[in-house]
């Protein structure tokens, strides 16, 4: 099965007229994807950019397989028709229905989800503290000849 990619537009570093990229995700995300010759891409989503050998070439297009695979072992592969007449576009692969495993998927997405959201408060405490610790102090000098006394205010 042949499935064309969602292409929109997008703000990203400029292609060149050869060059097409579309961003893969999950239904449920995180999946691990991989291309077609079986190099994993890492969880889902992930932007990848295919550079045709001529302008020409790209506005043939080509075809391209993308599997994803779940944490519980769910599995589904998608044939992608990539056009370079539109350079940029996004593509989700859902879960097959039928595939066991389901909530172990989901559990999974809730746990990634909890940690990412707990860095994200650990990261903004450390953000607040160093910006609570650089903050200008104020102080009142006084100069007595050749020795300056100061003080906090």
């Not at 506005?59 to 998608?78: F, L, M, R, Y």
């Not at 370079?84 to 389901?102: C, M, T």
């Amino acid at each position: 099965m042949v499935v064309s990619a969602i292409l929109v537009a997008a703000c990203a570093t400029p292609l060149k007229p050869n060059q097409v990229s579309v961003v893969f995700d999950t239904e449920p995300p995180l999946a691990i994807l991989y291309g077609s010759d079986g190099t994993a891409w890492g969880s889902a989503p992930q932007t990848r950019v295919w550079t045709f050998k001529s302008i020409e070439g790209a506005k043939a297009g080509a075809t391209v397989s993308v599997t994803a695979v779940w944490p519980s072992g769910a599995k589904k592969t998608q044939n992608i028709r990539l056009s370079g007449s539109v350079q940029e576009g996004a593509f989700k692969i859902s879960r097959p229905i039928d595939a066991p495993g389901l909530a172990q998927d989901l559990e999974y997405v809730r746990r990634i989800r909890n940690q990412e959201a707990a860095q994200d408060a650990a990261n903004a405490a450390m953000i607040r503290q160093a910006f609570e610790s650089n903050k200008k102090r104020s102080a009142t000098c006084t100069n007595f000849g050749t020795i300056t006394h100061c003080s906090e205010d």
